[in-house]
């Protein structure tokens, strides 16, 4: 799937002659944020700098020495009843019974 990139914040720094910009990868249902700058003077063709920082942002999100940059995990957790405060409350050692007191048969304990 190609990535998108949406450019907001743009300004242009006059004391490093910089257009200053947030470059919004999309990449899938994912979106990160990346602060990018790229040096030209104020009256350079905004397609030019778009281009540049759509592309500098690029660069940042998938180093050209880095294979991978992330990993999905796509497998579900332990096959439970799906809620884990369920399953954390019938786990063995029964913890609400042992802080009410009682033992796992039900009966109170005897003191």
């Known amino acids: 799937m190609p990535l998108k990139t949406r450019i907001t914040n743009v300004r ?23 602060a990018v700058a790229h040096s030209a003077p104020i ?8 281009a540049a920082l759509s592309a500098q942002a690029r660069a940042q999100h998938q180093p050209a020495s880095c ?6 995990v796509s497998e ?3 096959a439970g009843s799906g809620d884990i405060a369920k399953d954390i409350l ?5 913890y609400l019974e042992q802080i009410l007191g009682r033992q796992a048969g039900g009966a109170m304990r005897e003191a």
């Open 12 to 34: 242009h720094c006059a004391e490093t002659g910089c257009f200053e910009a947030d470059v919004t990868v999309i990449d899938g249902t994912d979106c990160f944020t990346y």
């Open 43 to 50: 009256d350079t063709d905004t397609s030019l700098i778009c």
């Open 67 to 72: 294979t991978l940059t992330r990993r999905r």
């Open 76 to 78: 579900s957790l332990a």
């Open 90 to 94: 019938f786990s063995r050692p029964n």
